[in-house]
């Protein structure tokens, strides 16, 4: 079964800087999609990006972006202009293009500083 | 267009009885995932449905645990004879197909506390 793994249990960023959330994955396949969701107190999951593994293209969504390292199976989550919304578990997911679940890593705490 | 919708948001049972979660899809959304959050861990793939039938159930435990997704209505988790290890946040999520650019649209939970 395919592993996704998050190194960072707690991460720490000051209101307006820049943070990078960092994901690995093992799979043996070459076509799949990887996820990032915003988990906050509410415990609503929110999409927050998703990247296709046949695009070369880091996948962008306004103040969010992702390092996709194919080869590297590394997908990072870069956070620009932090704001104290951001605050919250955010999980990297994976997901096979020959199957239906999602295989989630443990989750990284950010705190936003003011 | 609601988003998809699970209750009860909290749930408490005493050891012993049973324990049903319901999920209602998206409007338009025919396919359904349960999904277990244990404390400090991320979200762990139970089953998959689709109207009427159960794709991949490899998740779920072999015993104590079912779900459904009837014709009409929401879909199900149905937890017997609970224990304190039941305890957890439970996840339904959404798709329209089972195409896989489609991500999937999660419901808040809910929280089951066995005692």
């Known amino acids: 079964a395919q592993t996704v793994t998050q190194s960072q249990p707690e991460m720490s960023v000051q209101e307006a800087e820049t943070v990078t959330l960092s994901c690995t994955y093992d799979?043996?396949?070459?076509?799949?999609?990887l996820f990032w969701y915003k988990q906050p107190p509410s415990r609503q999951m929110i999409l927050v990006i998703r990247?296709?593994?046949?695009?070369?293209q880091n996948a962008t969504e306004n103040r969010f972006s992702v390092n996709f390292q194919k080869a590297a199976k590394s997908f990072s989550l870069k956070i620009s202009d932090s704001q104290l919304g951001d605050a919250a578990m955010y999980f990297c997911a994976y997901r096979s293009n020959y199957g239906n679940q999602f295989y989630f890593g443990t989750g990284t705490s950010l705190t936003v500083i003011p | 267009n609601a988003g998809v919708m699970q209750n009860p948001r909290h749930l408490v049972r005493r050891r012993g009885q049973e324990a049903r979660l319901r999920c209602s899809p998206m409007k338009g959304h025919s396919h359904v995932y349960w999904y277990r959050q244990l404390p400090e861990e991320g979200l762990k793939f139970m089953v998959y449905l689709q109207k009427e039938n159960i794709i991949d159930e490899s998740g779920m435990p072999k015993e104590r645990f079912s779900a459904e997704f009837p014709k009409e209505g929401p879909s199900i988790l149905r937890i017997q004879q609970v224990v304190r290890g039941d305890s957890a946040a439970y996840f339904c999520?959404?798709?329209?197909?089972?195409?896989?650019?489609?991500?999937?649209?999660f419901g808040p939970g809910t929280r089951l506390t066995v005692t």
């Open positions: 999520a959404s798709s329209p197909l089972s195409g896989t650019s489609y991500e999937q649209y």
């Open positions: 799979t043996s396949e070459s076509d799949y999609y």
């Open positions: 990247q296709e593994a046949y695009k070369q």
